[in-house]
């Protein structure tokens, strides 16, 4: 469910024509925030590198809300697989700036 719901919103939001990109990092947030368990399982085993390098933009957002240390540790884990170094690079600086708001 959450895969469907995320290809959507990234399609909206890489979309040149689209302007309201805040308006999707919103509903991104949402929908990754929503089930826990359900975003663990799908970053885990049904994220593909394009979409988790997109999802990156929103990863401290979603941090400061659930405060899940889980989620962060399953991002981390995953984004150390991503094939491409340079998509490889700017999600784990991502995952940095999210790690600020456990504290």
């Known amino acids: 469910m959450i895969e469907t719901k995320i290809k959507e919103i990234l ?3 890489l979309d040149e024509e689209h302007f309201y990109y805040v308006e999707c990092w ?4 949402e929908i990754l925030t929503e089930d826990i368990n359900e975003t663990i399982e799908f970053v885990k085993n049904k994220c593909d590198d394009y979409t988790l390098f997109w999802m990156s ?7 400061e809300k659930t405060k899940s240390k889980e989620l ?3 991002i981390l884990e995953r984004a150390n697989r991503v ?3 340079n998509n490889r690079k700017e999600i784990l600086k991502e995952v940095e700036y999210a790690k600020g708001h456990l504290i």
Do not use: A, G, S
């Open 57 to 63: 933009e929103v990863f401290e957002d979603i941090i």
């Open 26 to 29: 919103k509903k991104e947030v």
């Open 72 to 74: 962060l540790q399953v």
């Open 11 to 13: 399609e909206q939001r």
């Open 83 to 85: 094939i491409d170094e």
